[in-house]
């Protein structure tokens, strides 16, 4: 069955930095484009980057243009969000996604705080 296992979540002061993986399983990596998400307490989840199947094109929501980025290895069936010049309002669970032909897919989550 499908798996996104995401992981690299973690406590950093502002303007740190973090790397985020997402690791796939249970269906053709390289044929999906994949995303990332973010809810904050109270708050709806939201798209944060999102990657097509080879890679050639990406996009971010505004508020994390310039300081995130997201990347693949098909070699690997990964995903990663680096997150750069991290802020308070960064904070949330942020959340593997795919959407493949049996549906909606999301890991389990991931927790980054960013607080001094």
């Known amino acids: 069955q499908v798996q996104l296992v995401e992981s690299g979540g973690g406590l950093v002061q502002p303007g740190g930095s973090l790397r985020l993986s997402c690791a796939a399983s249970g269906f053709t990596f390289s044929n999906y484009a994949m995303s990332w998400y973010r809810q904050a307490p109270g708050k709806e989840r939201e798209l944060v980057a999102l990657?097509?199947?080879?890679?050639?094109?990406?996009n971010y929501a505004d508020s994390v243009k310039g300081r995130f980025t997201i990347s693949r290895d098909n070699t690997k069936n990964t995903v990663y969000l680096q997150m750069n010049s991290l802020k308070p309002e960064d904070t949330a669970v942020y959340y593997c996604?795919?959407?493949?032909?049996?549906?909606?897919?999301w890991g389990q989550g991931t927790q980054v705080t960013v607080s001094s």
């Open positions: 990657i097509t199947r080879s890679a050639g094109s990406t």
């Open positions: 996604m795919a959407r493949v032909a049996a549906g909606i897919k």
